[in-house]
């Protein structure tokens, strides 16, 4: 498993990742706090706080192709 922070901050860059994420076939999930959604959801990620970074959990250890896909929104805070 893998994990990373990523960003969200705006409607248009929520739906451009999931529409990335939607592609691949392992599990990922958005946790933040005590909160763990489904990251091919896009009503579930509006659910979460937006505001500040979000760790990123891959359930695959050859998701390279995904990380580099999703490096516009990986946090630079790691």
Sequence with gaps: MKSLQ???SM???VKRFVSIVSKYP???DLRS???VIDA???LGIFSLDLSKP???EVHSDSCADLIAELAPFISKQQ
């Design 6 to 8: 990523v960003s969200l």
């Design 54 to 56: 979000i760790v990123l």
């Design 11 to 13: 409607a248009e860059s």
């Design 40 to 42: 091919k959801s896009l």
């Design 26 to 28: 392992y599990e990922i």
């Design 33 to 35: 706090g005590r909160f």
